[in-house]
């Protein structure tokens, strides 16, 4: 596997957000808690099949079979086959204006779902990239029965640690000391992603719409502001809270202020890991360094996320992300968006030990950057040699 880091350019594409949430989470109430609200008038909801999910039907206007048309011009489709030929042959019906238009999707994932195959869809399939784009995961979480549930799935566990904004359903319905059993629930939440939005569900119809069209952050906009999408501070301070019950710190070896952060859910796997550099990195030592990781954490990388600081590239950061082993092509923003120049790499992982982890993060930066050294001192001395041939 390859990362193309030379690859720039900004394409207009439609926003995605992604429902996910275990069985009986709520995703059917939630979504059709929305379908009335005029801000999804120009949407389209992408479920598995009418039936089984128990979308409103009263709302409905007119169908045919694939899709059909709310009320209020929102659009309803299944999955037919696949997702990449759903999506692509909605995008196509509605340039040949044979549906009405739509300018944000709903996708409705299966209960027993990780996002991650999803994600990895949106960005390693030319089709669905070149159109769409994933601008948020929103994940609903039972109160009542996620004890049981996180124990015996890790899909739920997945679920929670791949999203942009979770949402707790069912809290009302908690027996004993609901105060405390919700704040045990938000703290075992944040420590499985310290990024998310963590908030009780709002149902109402404008706060839910508000989430099912949220623009995101779009990588290929030169312009966009990456720093809530990476939320680097957020990590920052989970691991510190980590660190601070015992766990040692180390910096890297080579010489160069590098950090690793990281914060671990006793039983659950979950790891959230940030890579900093001061010093930029060569394109060469980045396509080093990124695809070495993406080959030694395998399907244990649930997602990356990051700016990098490219030494060819001065005042220009790359953007990265990915899900499990697939790293999407990189592409760049015109400015940094801060004073920060740092290179800044957020990893999720899942059954790599934190140890192992940091371990294999050292292993790599270190051969990086011996590798790359090595590469200049015999590059000038190929040139002295040429010159000193030249000269004679």
Avoid at 287 to 306: E, S, T
Wanted: charged share 25%.
């Amino acid at each position: 596997m390859s990362v193309d880091i030379l690859a720039a350019g900004t394409k207009s594409r439609i926003p995605v957000t992604l429902v996910t949430g275990f069985l009986g989470s709520g995703k059917t109430t939630f979504i059709n808690a929305a379908l009335r609200s005029p801000e999804l008038a120009k949407s389209l909801v992408v479920v598995n099949e009418f039936g089984e999910v128990g979308l409103d039907h009263q709302l409905f206007a007119k169908s045919s079979d694939s899709v059909v048309v709310l009320e209020n011009g929102c659009l309803c489709c299944t999955v037919r086959s696949d997702l990449v030929g759903t999506l692509n042959s909605m995008y196509h019906a509605r340039q040949a204006a044979e549906i009405p238009t739509f300018d944000n999707v709903v996708i409705e994932t299966s209960g027993l779902a990780e996002p991650g195959p999803v994600l990895q869809a949106f960005l390693s399939e030319p089709t669905l990239d070149g159109l769409y784009r994933v601008a948020s995961v929103v994940t609903l979480v039972d109160a009542v029965n996620w004890a049981g549930t996180s124990e015996a799935h890790q899909e739920s566990v997945r679920q929670v640690a791949l999203a942009d904004r979770i949402r707790i359903t069912k809290l009302d319905m908690v027996t004993g000391d609901r105060q405390n059993s919700a704040s045990r629930l938000r703290l075992e939440l944040r420590q499985i992603n310290p990024s998310a939005e963590i908030a009780d569900v709002d149902w109402s119809s404008e706060e839910v719409a508000r989430l099912l069209t949220s623009p995101g952050f779009d990588t290929a906009d030169p312009e966009a502001d990456p720093r809530p999408w990476l939320n680097v501070l957020a990590y920052q301070e989970s691991a510190h809270d980590h660190d601070s019950c015992g766990h040692d710190h180390d910096h890297h070896e080579h010489g160069q202020a590098d950090h690793a952060h990281a914060s671990h859910l006793e039983g659950r796997g979950i790891e959230n890991f940030v890579l900093t550099r001061e010093s930029p990195l060569t394109r060469e030592e980045a396509q080093f360094l990124l695809d070495g990781i993406a080959q030694n954490l395998g399907p244990g990388l649930l997602r990356v996320k990051g700016l990098v600081n490219i030494a060819e590239e001065p005042g220009r950061p790359a953007v990265i992300q990915g899900a499990q082993h697939l790293l999407h092509t990189m592409t760049w923003l015109d400015r940094w968006p801060d004073n920060d120049r740092q290179t800044r790499i957020v990893f999720i992982t899942q059954n790599i030990p934190r140890d192992s982890l940091k371990d294999i993060i050292d292993l790599l930066d270190r051969v990086s950057a011996r590798t790359f050294k090595a590469r200049a001192r015999g590059r000038k001395a190929h040139e002295a040699a040429r010159a000193a041939t030249q000269i004679e």
